[in-house]
Every structure is written in structure tokens, then in C-alpha cells.
Nanobody, 128 residues
Framework: VQLVESGGGLVQPGGSLRLSCAASGFSFDHYAIGWFRQAPGKEREEVSSVSSADHSTHYLNSVKGRFTIFRDIAANTVYLQMNLLKPEDTAVYYC??????????????????????WGQGTQVIVSS
């Protein structure tokens, strides 16, 4: 069981990146997926999540309107499209999976400690 992130890199402010989270050894179908990030000296925070059942989405306030999370069921991959990037988006980005269902009557994803599978992270640097 493995999650592998890719797509990070160096980008100028205002630019875009698409992060990918690919699963091997299990199917994403029954897992909610979250993208988290950790900047130097800061705690890890949830950036965006997508539920398993109805594909509800949740975003950190500071990325709303700029980031989009979406699933490709056939490819067993979840993407995070990041537009209008800012220097404060610089961090290591991790994807994680949880079997806990949310969406519908439960409008917010579970807390970080409920995520059971984690990727190794991909670095995003936003700088001119």
C-alpha cells in the first residue's frame, strides 16, 4: 500500500502547478483523500480534501478559488490543481488517505490523525 506524490517544483508567484497523488496496492474508491502541507517552522495543515462517497470537497480558506482537488477514478489518482500561487504556498505537500466517510450530512473531513496512509511529500517553492 503506497501513495506517491509528484508534480512539485519551483514556480514564480502567479504561476500554476498540478500535484498528483497516485495509489498502489489499494483502490482509492473507498477512501477520502486529503492534501496537507507543512512549511518550515509551521505545523502541518490540511489544504484540501475530497470525499469518497459523493466527491464533496473542502478547502483551506486561503486557497479557496485558487486550488482545485479532483479525482480520476480510472487512474486511481487524485490531483491538486494550484493556480495563482503565492510565496506563502511554499511547503512540502503530502497526500493522505482515510477510510472515514464524510460529505452530505458530514460537511467537513476528519482530522489529520484519522488519515491512515501517507505519501512521502513533494516540495513546492513559490519564488521569483
Amino acid at each position: 500500500v503506497q501513495l506517491v506524490e509528484s508534480g512539485g517544483g519551483l514556480v514564480q508567484p502567479g504561476g500554476s502547478l498540478r500535484l498528483s497523488c497516485a495509489a498502489s496496492g489499494f483502490s482509492f474508491d473507498h477512501y477520502a483523500i486529503g492534501w496537507f502541507r507543512q512549511a518550515p517552522g509551521k505545523e502541518r495543515e490540511e489544504v484540501s480534501s475530497v470525499s469518497s462517497a459523493d466527491h464533496s470537497t473542502h478547502y483551506l480558506n486561503s486557497v479557496k478559488g485558487r486550488f482545485t482537488i479532483f479525482r480520476d477514478i480510472a487512474a486511481n489518482t487524485v490531483y491538486l490543481q494550484m493556480n495563482l500561487l503565492k510565496p506563502e504556498d511554499t511547503a512540502v505537500y503530502y497526500c493522505a488517505a482515510t477510510p472515514i466517510m464524510w460529505g452530505g450530512w458530514v460537511p467537513t473531513p476528519p482530522p489529520e490523525h484519522d488519515y491512515t496512509h501517507w505519501g512521502q511529500g513533494t516540495q513546492v517553492i513559490v519564488s521569483s
